[in-house]
Nanobody, 125 residues
Framework: QVQLVESGGGSVQSGWSRRLSCAASPSTFSTYCMAWFRQTTGKEREVVATINIDGATDYKDFAKGRFTISGDNVDNVLYLEMNSLKPEDTATYYC???????????????????WGQGTQVTVSS
């Protein structure tokens, strides 16, 4: 059973940065495709970025150049570094793990079996 626990959410102003963390069970990164998703009220949960077991990353267009996904295989922590935040980045952010052959931002939530509880990020203008 994979356990995922996010942290790092909070309220920031537009243009600021924030780093989210996701503590994972041991060996999760060597086994699963990892991803960050986000969701706002009334909208579908959307993928933000993915990282595969080899460390290759993929980003949705809105995240390219501003967000960075990374994993610490020693401490089993997944990160999402978010820079130049905008009000439209306001959402609950989730980390997820899934056993998939392809690991990229074309995946949807149905490909991921394990989820954290989410952490809220609010960006004010």
């Amino acid at each position: 059973q994979v356990q995922l626990v996010e942290s790092g959410g909070g309220s920031v102003q537009s243009g600021w940065s924030r780093r989210l963390s996701c503590a994972a069970s041991p060996s999760t990164f060597s086994t699963y495709c990892m991803a960050w998703f986000r969701q706002t009220t009334g909208k579908e949960r959307e993928v933000v970025a993915t990282i595969n077991i080899d460390g290759a990353t993929d980003y949705k267009d809105f995240a390219k150049g501003r967000f960075t996904i990374s994993g610490d295989n020693v401490d089993n922590v997944l990160y999402l570094e978010m820079n130049s935040l905008k009000p439209e980045d306001t959402a609950t952010y989730y980390c997820a793990a899934g056993r998939t052959n392809y690991c990229g931002v074309s995946l949807t939530r149905g490909s991921f079996s394990y989820w954290g509880q989410g952490t809220q990020v609010t960006v004010s203008s």
